[in-house]
């Protein structure tokens, strides 16, 4: 059964970076799309971005320029995890990270992980 396992949040400060890593596992196949959701305190769950297996990425516009998205390219792999490098954070990045994975009409979560910019 298919598990996102993910990695890298913490504290910074504004103007900093982070690096956040999702790993898929439990499968025996390349997954069509993964990406990155977030939620800040009080607001809905919003995408930040976005992967699909031939390279296309999507961004949310409140990340582009400062965040990319990158998927594992390495020869002999299934290409299941999935890197979001984070520069030039501001205080409104703070929220709860969450990977997801997307399969057909099949979706996955991940559990979370923390990001706070302070100012």
């Known amino acids: 059964q298919l598990q996102l396992v993910e990695s890298g949040g913490g504290l910074v400060q504004a103007g900093g970076s982070l690096r956040l890593s999702c790993a898929a596992s439990?499968?025996?196949?390349?997954?069509?799309?993964m990406g990155w959701y977030r939620q800040a305190p009080g607001k809905e769950r919003e995408p930040v971005a976005a992967?699909?297996?031939?390279?296309?990425?999507?961004?949310?516009?409140a990340v582009k320029g400062r965040f990319t998205i990158s998927r594992d390219n390495a020869k002999n792999t299934l290409r299941n995890t999935v890197d979001l490098q984070m520069t030039s954070l501001k205080p409104e990045d703070t929220a709860i990270y969450y990977c997801?994975?997307?399969?057909?009409?099949?979706?996955?979560w991940g559990q979370g992980t923390q990001v706070t910019v302070s100012s």
């Open positions: 439990g499968i025996k196949f390349s997954l069509n799309s």
């Open positions: 997801n994975a997307r399969h057909g009409s099949a979706s996955r």
């Open positions: 992967i699909h297996f031939g390279g296309t990425t999507n961004y949310a516009d």
